[in-house]
């Protein structure tokens, strides 16, 4: 997996950085080199505050190679709280560590963005 280091910065520091496009407003989380909305290859940072809710989840209970000592493990989609400025919900994926099964994890649980490593985005419960 490879990204971007102010997006592995912002992440160690709570946040989301996606990339919003100048002339429409469109959030990218990806990088992007034109705007999926309107073409324009004209992008701003935006920092999105890494808090919010779960809405979907995958247990992974079988790692792939070189994660046996991670697992259990619960692979992640939240929808951020921090839509005051969007459109629409921004969702992101990511990993949370020691989750055995659902009952651990009830969907609309608040979790929150903490790190970044080699699996990528690390959450954490409120
Ligand atoms: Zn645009």
């Not at 160690?12 to 909305?37: D, M, P, Q, W």
């Not at 309107?38 to 992974?60: A, R």
């Not at 046996?68 to 692979?75: G, H, K, R």
């Not at 939240?78 to 629409?88: A, G, H, I, P, Q």
């Amino acid at each position: 997996m490879s990204a971007k280091p102010e997006f592995i910065d912002a992440a160690k520091s709570g946040n989301v950085l996606a990339r919003k496009c100048v002339k429409c407003g469109e959030l990218h989380l990806a990088t992007v080199y034109f705007c999926k909305k309107c073409g324009s290859k004209g992008f701003s940072n935006f920092t999105i505050k890494g808090t919010g809710k779960i809405v979907t989840y995958t247990i992974m209970t079988v790692p792939p190679a070189g994660f046996e000592d991670l697992t259990p493990y619960a692979w992640v989609v939240m929808e951020l709280d921090d839509t005051s400025e969007l459109m629409s919900p921004v969702r992101i994926s990511g990993f949370l560590p020691n989750i055995q099964k659902p009952e651990d994890l009830p969907i609309g649980t608040a979790v929150k963005v903490v790190s970044f490593d080699e699996r990528g985005i690390v959450l954490k419960r409120l």
